[in-house]
Nanobody, 123 residues
Framework: QVQLVESGGGLVQAGGSLRLSCAASGGTFSNYAMGWFRQAPGKERQFVAAISWSSSSTYYADSVKGRFTISRDSAKNTVYLQMNSLKPEDTAVYYC????????????????WGQGTQITGSA
């Protein structure tokens, strides 16, 4: 059973930056593709970014492309989401997720989820 714990959330002004971390345990980290999703109040969970087990493939939602970067450190069993040029509309709870197999933007294809971390962007 894989456990995921996110950290790094907080309040940030428009144009600012934050880096989220997701620490994985309980499984072989290199077996899993990792994804970041977000959910704003009253809205459905939305794909943000994903990275393959080998880091050779990444995939981003159009809304964050060029601003966010996903990466992973296998030595630390951690996946990161570097968020730059933040906008108020980036405000949401951010979740990391893991799945065996190829990366996908579909949240229903991920088997393991963290508890989420809040990002609040102010104008």
């Amino acid at each position: 059973q894989v456990q995921l714990v996110e950290s790094g959330g907080g309040l940030v002004q428009a144009g600012g930056s934050l880096r989220l971390s997701c620490a994985a345990s309980g499984g072989t980290f290199s077996n899993y593709a990792m994804g970041w999703f977000r959910q704003a109040p009253g809205k459905e969970r939305q794909f943000v970014a994903a990275i393959s087990w080998s880091s050779s493939s990444t995939y981003y939602a159009d809304s964050v492309k060029g601003r966010f970067t996903i990466s992973r450190d296998s030595a630390k069993n951690t996946v990161y989401l570097q968020m730059n040029s933040l906008k108020p509309e980036d405000t949401a709870v951010y979740y990391c997720a893991a799945r065996r197999g190829i990366i996908t933007p579909r949240h229903d294809q991920y088997n393991y989820w963290g508890q989420g971390t809040q990002i609040t962007g102010s104008a």
